[in-house]
């Protein structure tokens, strides 16, 4: 997206003008609105707190403390969140060539990069590893004989698959992994094959509720470290993934419960700690964010129906993916002077698709004085979304990402 500017509304202060009079970190939600209130983009649009990003990863960070803290870029990947990760210290987990190009504009050393996704083309692998990207993770074995030709001498984990235990609200499912057995293969060949072999990695499924989740995980990474020890291929890095979910409308551990789970179940399985890796990507946006849109129309089916619909200017194509399902339920509030009686909603998003349709199971109540033209906030809001948002699906562009800091707008790529 580098090169578009997004728009802000006519007659908006200069940034100098604005003086931040809000807490730095505490009044995330108060400090987006002040932005969105003074600024007045153009709906839908997403604004991330930068200060509240860089908050949530140094909280992470000493929860996990002696962890390698790496950030799934697919959450956020917004310029202005990685160039703060950098400088906040952050390792990063990237996805393709793309993301590790943007990783390194923000400043981002490429020893600090890890390539995660285990679906890769050699053309993929060619251009991470002549950008200096020296960690992979593999779960077959014809991308480990790309590896071991494309990339000599990287270190290599292999993804185990996560079967057992409790499901998250948005599971990656049987898609990535291979199991313990072939895990050991491919360590082993690895080893062979002049790569080298640092260890285990797996995802318990992102907005996974369950601190104990990873037990199951842990307790199969330590068999294959034994495994391949035994082969006289010794491991020495244990990568637990992300997952570490939100309360939104519901509730969530905290970030210390799930460091102290996640720790207990190392200790509990491998005889000598590993060098530990955590992954999170929700965890350290999602709360930094707040996308604002403005309702298109509401109406009923018929005059008895006790629910009506609200069409938003934002939805499942234009930011709000990880509605598929109604997994992920947004606190939806709507702004400004609104009556205090309010009413059940099916909300839908402003595409012709059958499938635009946001929340009709999960209970949702807004003001019955709620109008075409008003507005309403969609908080906790700052990961999957814009980076999910199409290109122009139904001639929708992209959800806007403003970022601030400080109170002030610092980018707007
Ligand atoms: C998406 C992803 C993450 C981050 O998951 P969250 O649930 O956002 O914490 C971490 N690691 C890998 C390999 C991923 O694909």
């Given at each position: 997206m580098s090169g578009l500017t997004w728009p802000l509304a006519d007659g908006r202060p200069e940034?100098?003008?604005?003086?931040?009079?809000?807490?730095r970190v505490n009044d995330t939600v108060a400090r987006l609105r002040h932005f969105l209130d003074t600024?007045?983009?153009?709906?839908?649009c997403l604004v991330v707190d930068v200060d509240t990003v860089v908050d949530r990863y140094t909280r992470l960070a000493s929860a996990f403390a002696g962890y390698r803290v790496q950030y799934a870029v697919k959450a956020n990947p917004h310029p202005a969140v990685l160039r703060a990760l950098t400088a906040a210290g952050a390792a990063f987990d990237v996805a393709s060539p793309g993301e590790i190009d943007l990783c390194l504009a923000a400043?981002?050393?490429?020893?600090?990069?890890?390539?995660?996704?285990?679906?890769?083309?050699p053309t993929d692998i060619a251009r991470a590893f002549a950008a200096g990207v020296r960690e992979y993770t593999v779960d077959a074995r014809s991308d480990l004989d790309n590896l071991a030709r494309l990339a000599p001498g990287a270190e290599v984990s292999v993804r185990l698959l996560v079967e057992d235990g409790p499901d998250s609200v948005t599971p990656f499912g049987h898609k990535f992994g291979c199991c313990a057995e072939d895990a050991v293969r491919l360590l082993v060949l690895a080893s062979e094959r002049g790569?080298?072999?640092?260890g285990v990695s797996f995802h318990v499924?992102?907005?996974?509720?369950?601190?104990?989740?990873?037990d199951v995980a842990v307790a199969e990474a330590a068999k294959v470290f034994t495994a391949t020890a035994e082969r006289g291929v010794p491991l020495r890095r244990l990568n637990v993934g992300?997952?570490?979910?939100?309360?939104?409308?519901g509730a969530a551990p905290s970030t210390e419960t799930y460091a102290e789970a996640v720790t207990a179940a190392v200790r509990a399985h491998f005889p000598t700690v590993p060098e530990l890796v955590c992954e999170p990507g929700r965890a350290v946006v999602a709360e930094a964010g707040l996308i604002r849109s403005e309702v298109v129309v509401v109406s009923r089916k018929?005059?008895?129906?006790p629910h009506r619909w609200v069409f938003l200017d934002v939805g499942r194509y234009n930011?709000?993916?990880?509605?598929?399902?109604?997994a992920i339920a947004y606190r939806i509030e709507a702004v400004?002077?609104?009556?205090?009686e309010d009413g059940p909603v099916i909300i839908a998003g402003p595409?012709?698709?059958?499938?635009?349709?946001?929340?009709?199971?999960?209970p949702y109540r807004l003001p019955l004085?709620?109008?075409?033209?008003d507005v309403v906030d969609l908080l906790?809001?700052?990961?999957y979304t814009a980076s999910y948002?199409?290109?122009?699906?139904?001639g929708i562009e992209p959800l806007r990402t403003y970022c601030i800091s400080e109170g002030r707008l610092i980018s707007a790529e």
């Open positions: 940034p100098s003008t604005i003086t931040p009079t809000l807490d600024y007045r983009p153009p709906t839908p400043g981002a050393a490429p020893t600090s990069l890890s390539y995660g996704n285990t679906i890769k083309k790569l080298d072999p640092v499924g992102s907005q996974q509720l369950d601190p104990e989740a990873w992300g997952g570490f979910g939100l309360p939104y409308t018929r005059p008895t129906d930011g709000l993916a990880e509605t598929e399902n109604e400004g002077d609104q009556s205090s595409t012709c698709d059958g499938d635009d349709v946001l929340y009709q199971r999960t004085s709620l109008r075409a033209g906790d809001a700052g990961a948002s199409s290109v122009a699906f139904n």
